[in-house]
């Protein structure tokens, strides 16, 4: 593995049921972030993750949650998915929270599809 | 509240300059970002600012004044692969990164 991964890269899902996504990074970067990108809207972050152990609400979290059991992974659960969840979603890490210049590193996207 | 703005679409001629502009509403202030996006692809690094000024990286430049809340993005000798999306983003003072919508690109031979 080289940077991030995420998995699947696409999933159709029914309205209802239960969905991780799935996040994995090999930098050993203490952030770690999940956005989900819509036409003309965006980037917007759905939760965030400073370090190990804490997790944090973003933008839009409804809907959503986060785990954050060790450094390199952050998957995100969608308990019960509805159409409106219909959208492409990034997956990004950071060397730390803050910092000077500290940019973002994103995977390579789920685009998640809820009929 | 907070907000960016950027042109929704560009167009411009394969071997011409281009400026993407960016203007900023945000609560603080702690550096700003510019990310290159292809079409199905995800967000990469391009070019960071926090203090006033032009930094240069090869054909890219990245142009802030913090007093005016704007930023550009200067391409120079463009290229058909420069075609895709920039997206502007700025840390506020929280460290939150905040995005713009991007502005989508398009070069015509």
């Known amino acids: 593995i080289a940077g991030i991964t995420q998995a699947p890269t696409s999933q159709i899902l029914a309205a209802g049921r239960r969905m991780t996504l799935r996040c994995t990074q090999d930098?050993?970067?203490?952030?770690m972030y999940w956005y989900r990108q819509d036409l003309g809207l965006g980037l917007r972050l759905i939760h965030y993750?400073?370090?190990?152990?804490?997790?944090g609400k973003g933008e839009v979290p409804d809907g959503y949650s986060v785990s954050r059991a060790n450094t390199d992974d952050f998957p995100l659960t969608l308990a019960s998915a509805v159409p409106s969840q219909t959208s492409v979603y990034f997956c990004?890490?950071?060397?730390?929270?803050?910092?000077?210049?500290?940019?973002?590193?994103f995977g390579p996207g789920t685009r998640l599809t809820v009929l | 509240g907070q907000n960016i703005d950027q042109p929704t679409e560009m167009t411009a001629t394969e071997g011409a300059i281009v400026q993407i502009n960016c203007t900023y509403q945000?609560?603080?202030?702690?550096?700003l970002f510019w990310y290159q996006q292809h079409a199905g692809e995800a967000p990469t690094f391009l070019s960071y600012?926090?203090l006033d000024g032009l930094e240069e990286k090869g054909r890219f430049s990245s142009f802030l004044s913090r007093s005016k809340g704007y930023s550009y993005l200067l391409l120079k000798e463009l290229q058909m692969k420069d075609s895709a999306s920039y997206l502007c983003?700025?840390?506020?003072?929280?460290?939150?990164?905040?995005w713009g919508a991007g502005t989508k690109l398009i070069i015509k031979p």
């Open positions: 993750s400073n370090t190990a152990g804490t997790t």
């Open positions: 990004a890490s950071s060397e730390s929270p803050q910092g000077n210049p500290n940019e973002q590193f």
């Open positions: 983003a700025v840390i506020d003072s929280n460290y939150q990164l905040i």
């Open positions: 600012n926090v």
């Open positions: 930098m050993r970067h203490n952030a």
């Open positions: 945000t609560s603080g202030f702690n550096g």
